[in-house]
């Protein structure tokens, strides 16, 4: 039928053509734009060109709307059950709120890590020189032939030039300036990740009020965790016990997210439980001890060096005044020693403990011990779930655990297989 209209109107505007040929070019123009070979019309169908149109109409209506509703009714994939209702706008909306409220942290804690990097050269540079420079005057008035003038003004210029030197430090071995810039690295660090993952949450979709609580929890967690102001709120910098830093909300129970199949039960085997485990086993007992080791030796360091800086400048201060004691020339010897060499070391001490980021490297083992206390957390709050169908998915988490950890999958059942071999060993040792 359809061919039968196509050829029948070739015919008429053909004849049609021909009658008028006084208009000779339009007639050729007309018959070469309308002359279609008798085997394409014929391959036309009406009825599949209808179907190809509904079938376009049907993908723009998709696109606009960015609706996906059952096209069968056997269909239950998680794309055909969206919709976008009001309340998933809402919570759309609440986490972009997140993400900006997030974006300006990252901002503020970077701008802040580069301020206390700045004070940590700034007053390191400036206590070393005013330092040196109270030893070159008590060297001079030691090794002068000055009146009594002069050796008094040099005594007292070195003497201040050192109690000035003494509060600088006691102020600089307080703050931990070094330590601070490394407060705000991780918290930048921990921004991002929390935006990218925020950013994740809405690109894979159908995200949930839950997704907004947790968001908002991880936010206030960090903010505690490291914090940006001084005064009051400022981190103890010399604890007394060396714990992981702890930057996350209390783990949850995680809710399954269509993610499992049945032959694995949501990605979950005996295996994986056992290899899970052995993992949890070894965090705790190798990698997070070992970090706490590490950071109680630093904290020893610097705890040594940060009264070790201040004591030698004050003895410095003391032995300036007793440069030149007319009295007894014992006691002036004694003095000049004793303000030349305790000024030298009171540099050198204060140079190992700030130049080296003595309290940076503390912080650093701190938050590394933290990196796996949250991993062997996160670990147990999924094996606690007796439901495995409520826990994340096994594959996914086997995954994400592997990656921190900067193993392959292969690598981590190994080292799964190898905590379990050495526990064995030990129990028949023991």
């Known amino acids: 039928m359809a061919t039968l209209q196509a050829t029948t109107l070739l015919g008429s505007s053909s004849c049609s053509a021909f009658s008028n040929k006084s208009n000779s070019r339009r007639s050729v123009t007309t018959r070469a734009s309308i002359n279609i070979p ?82 940590n050269s ?29 050796l008094l003004s040099l005594k007292m210029s070195s003497t201040l030039l050192y109690l000035a030197a003494t509060g600088m430090l006691v102020m600089m071995n ?35 009020t839950r997704d907004v609580t947790e968001a908002m929890e991880k936010v206030l967690a960090i903010d505690k965790a490291f914090p940006l102001p001084l005064l009051g709120k400022m981190l103890e910098k010399f604890p007394s016990a060396v714990e992981p830093a702890v930057w996350w909300p209390q783990q949850r129970r995680k809710q399954a997210k269509g993610l499992g199949n049945g032959m694995y039960k949501n990605g979950w085997s005996e295996r994986l439980e056992k290899e899970m485990k052995e993992i949890v086993g070894v965090l705790g007992k190798h990698d997070k001890a070992d970090y706490i080791r590490l950071g109680k030796k630093a904290l020893k360091i610097n705890k040594v060096l940060a009264v070790s800086g201040p004591v030698l400048t004050g ?31 009171a540099s050198v001490a204060n140079t190992l403990e700030h130049g080296g ?8 083992y701190r938050s590394n011990a933290g990196i796996f206390k949250e991993m062997e957390e996160y670990i147990t709050s999924n094996l606690e779930e007796k439901d495995v169908e409520r826990r994340e998915n096994g594959e996914i988490l086997e995954l994400k655990v592997a990656l921190q950890l900067g193993r392959s999958l292969s690598g981590l059942r190994d080292r799964a297989d190898k905590g379990q071999h050495d526990e064995e060993f030990g129990s028949k040792l023991f």
């Open 174 to 208: 307080k703050i931990q300036p070094s330590q601070l810039a490394e407060e705000q690295r991780n918290a930048t660090r921990l921004c991002k990740q929390l935006h990218s993952q925020i950013k994740t949450t809405i690109a894979i979709g159908n995200p949930t």
């Open 38 to 119: 008798k085997h394409a019309l014929g391959s036309l169908s009406l009825p599949k060109l209808q179907k190809r149109v509904s079938n376009l109409e049907e993908f723009e209506f998709r696109r606009g709307t960015n609706n996906y509703t059952q096209t069968h009714p056997g269909d239950t994939s998680p794309l055909s059950s969206y919709e976008d209702s009001p309340s998933d706008r809402v919570v759309i909306a609440k986490l972009y709120a997140i993400m900006d409220s997030v974006a300006d942290r990252i901002e503020m804690h970077k701008n802040i890590c580069e301020q206390r990097n700045n004070w």
């Open 122 to 150: 700034l007053l390191l540079t400036s206590i070393n020189t005013i330092t040196l420079a109270a030893t070159t005057m008590v060297g001079i008035a030691a090794t002068s032939s000055a009146d009594g003038t002069a």
């Open 315 to 345: 003895l410095a201060a003391v032995g300036s005044v007793l440069v030149g004691n007319s009295s007894s020339p014992t006691v002036g010897a004694l003095g000049s020693i004793l303000g030349i060499v305790a000024g030298g070391m």
């Open 357 to 364: 980021q003595v309290g940076m490297v503390f912080e650093l």
